[in-house]
């Protein structure tokens, strides 16, 4: 008889958040017991629970297989595909073997687990224009368009628009306004794409708004969110790169001349230095770039922040105003690094479809 690696049932404990907006109560806890198999998803789990002890429990979700992005939620805190998540996994997880399920953050609860995407996550997809603007005129037959091209925009195609890294996108969690990942991530679908017209002005729109591409703060939970590995972070460093380096968009919000004064900061001394960074990120490297007008205001205004921080002891002021100091050999091992990537003829802009080897 041929032998079975099934796994029998065991018994899980799921604990689902529940709210209901249009009730007038508040949000609460409720647990129930799961009888499934370790591998089965928490999707099944819930929908257990819904179909055995009470069938008002909300979720959204299709095609159970990780593809329709519809049963986004929060597993033990942790964005997740509820489909795609084993429910072994989650109890491993699990603060004393309880598996938590909330709805995702950032976005308005609906009603226990589905959240308004419209609200939130598919308006910021519409302001990024998510559609090719043609380049004119329209060949008759086929775009013809290099194979490396569209492998590049590849890993933004990945995207099935689940909302996890909206949910626990931190830059959105303090400005909701922020173009979020997901959307900019779609941004550089179409601004990598060679058939597209308006490579420039899609830039430009997103440096010059004050919630777009500058406005990530470099957090990496897009990156850990992500079940399809689209990497938004890392797509929107790419848009910022082309839009300050390739490009030169002088964006209003000064972040690509930021971004350069902390290159150029690591460069000349290895770690920050803090009394340089306004100088430097409005007058550049030069040392008149000291007396910027700009530099002076920015200063000034942000003379409450220093000073909360030098009392809540978080910078000192000498290693504030001297710099950081590391030893001569680190210092040179970091410089190499400057050196051996600003040699290369091209940038290289490597992702989950296009990876190579250092050659140095
Ligand atoms: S890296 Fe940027 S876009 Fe991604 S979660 Fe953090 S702040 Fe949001
Ligand atoms: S980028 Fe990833 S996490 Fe964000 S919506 Fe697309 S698939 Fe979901
Ligand atoms: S149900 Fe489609 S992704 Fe989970």
């Not at 949000?27 to 089965?40: G, Q, V």
């Not at 095609?63 to 049963?71: D, L, M």
């Not at 380049?135 to 995207?159: G, S």
């Not at 406005?215 to 969110?225: I, L, M, N, S």
């Amino acid at each position: 008889m041929a032998e079975t690696h099934e796994r029998p049932p065991e018994q899980f404990t799921l604990r689902l958040r529940r709210y209901d907006p249009e009730s007038g109560e508040s949000p609460y806890w409720d647990e129930h017991t799961i009888e499934l198999e370790p591998h089965r998803s928490v999707l099944e789990a819930i929908l257990q629970a819904r179909d055995r002890f009470d069938g008002s429990i909300g979720i959204r979700c299709s095609c159970r297989q990780a593809i329709c992005g519809s049963c986004g939620i929060r597993v033990n805190g942790e964005p997740a595909l509820a489909c795609h998540t084993h429910l072994d996994a989650a109890k491993r997880s699990a603060r004393e073997g309880v598996i938590e399920v909330e709805p995702m953050g950032n976005m308005p609860v609906l009603k226990d687990l589905i959240v308004d995407m419209d609200a939130v996550h598919w308006k910021k997809i519409q302001r990024v224009t998510p559609w090719l603007l043609a380049k004119q005129p329209v060949p008759e037959r086929e775009y013809l368009v290099e194979r490396e091209a569209m492998v590049d925009v590849t890993q933004t195609m990945a995207c099935i628009q689940c909302g996890a890294c909206v949910s626990d996108c931190l830059a959105m969690e303090v400005d909701p306004g922020f173009v979020g990942p997901a959307a900019l991530a779609k941004a550089y679908r179409f601004v990598g794409d060679p058939r597209d017209d308006q490579q420039f002005e899609r830039l430009n729109d997103l440096a010059q708004d004050p919630q777009g591409i500058f406005d990530c703060t470099h957090c990496f939970k897009c990156v850990d969110a992500c079940p399809k590995d689209v990497n938004p972070m890392g797509q929107i460093m790419r848009l910022r790169r082309i839009a300050g380096s390739d490009q030169h968009i002088v964006d209003r919000n000064n972040g690509h001349r930021h971004e350069a004064a902390i290159t150029t900061l690591i460069k000349d001394y290895g770690l920050l230095h803090e009394a340089e960074m306004i100088p430097r990120s409005y007058g550049g490297n030069s040392w008149f770039g000291k007396f910027h007008p700009a530099a002076g205001r920015e200063l000034l205004s942000s003379l409450p922040v220093i000073l909360k921080a030098v009392l809540r002891g978080k910078v000192s002021p000498k290693l504030a105003l001297l710099g950081h100091k590391i030893g001569k050999q680190d210092l040179q091992a970091v410089q190499k690094i400057y050196e051996t990537v600003e040699s290369r003829e091209q940038r290289y802009e490597l992702n989950l479809y296009i990876s190579g080897e250092d050659e140095s």
